[in-house]
């Protein structure tokens, strides 16, 4: 949970309220609600804001305040995100670039709390990354890795058909760990081919405690898995149309 997460908990607005960090040009600050939760965007400028910053913007989209108040707390905001015109001018050129991101909190899991716990455990904390769901289940990819030139870290994206309540956490541990390795190990090229599960990599995954757990339940629950979403992602589309 970052600062502005834990400015807007103490709150305490009812449902609770999902924040994501975006790089729109135009739209910086939107609220909206779906399904009882709040979703609360914000741009990217926000993560390195002054506290002040956060708590005007807290209070102002999550209390009550007298109209003075509001007036003086939408001032802050407003001074802050005039201050940095350059920069959402900047991630906005740079996003084109970026691959699309929705999201690190699906339905179940959290990437992010596991990135994090993954971090910690295997890595000392050092590595750097978005974390991101898929837009919609992929029969392709389990998960992927991309390298933001110029950036640090990159951005691990994971398939929707995972965030599913028969999907075992330790399997998600173990998809996202694989992805962390591609920011870890170096490519090789072998009689021009570029290996991207190098000696190295296979090893230090292969030493995971998952790993086995994860190859096992994969082989036996994939298929099944992706026969019960796909048919679940088609009811839904059938009852919106």
């Known amino acids: 949970m970052d600062r502005l997460e834990e400015m807007i908990a103490r709150t305490q607005p009812p449902g609770g309220v999902r924040v994501e960090y ?26 390195c804001a002054p506290r002040e910053v956060l708590e005007a913007i807290a209070r102002t989209y999550f209390t009550r305040t007298r109209r003075d108040t509001r007036r003086r707390l939408n001032q802050t905001v407003r001074a802050y ?9 900047e991630m906005a050129t740079s996003a084109r670039r970026r691959p699309l991101l ?8 959290d990437l992010r709390a596991i990135f994090d716990e993954l971090n910690a455990e295997f890595f000392g904390g050092r590595l750097r990354a978005t974390l991101t769901w898929s837009k919609q289940i992929n029969r392709r990819k389990l998960g992927t890795w991309r390298g933001i030139p ?31 390795l591609h920011g870890v190990f170096s490519n090789e090229r072998r009689n021009g081919r570029i290996i991207r599960h190098t000696r190295a990599f296979r090893e230090f995954e292969r030493s995971s405690p998952m790993y086995e757990a994860a190859k096992q339940w994969e082989e036996n629950h994939l298929n099944t898995l992706y026969q019960k979403r796909i048919k679940q992602q088609r009811q839904r589309s ?4």
């Open 102 to 109: 929705y999201g690190y909190r699906g339905d179940v899991y």
């Open 150 to 180: 110029g950036q640090d870290g990159g951005v691990i994206r994971i398939n929707r058909v995972f965030d599913d309540p028969s999907v075992p956490r330790f399997y998600i541990r173990q998809l996202v760990l694989h992805e962390m």
């Open 238 to 241: 059938r009852m919106r149309s």
């Open 22 to 47: 975006t790089r729109n040009r135009r739209v910086v600050i939107s609220l909206r609600k779906r399904n009882e939760q709040i979703e609360f965007r914000v741009h990217e400028i926000f993560r």
């Open 81 to 89: 995100i005039n201050a940095n015109e350059g920069r959402i001018e």
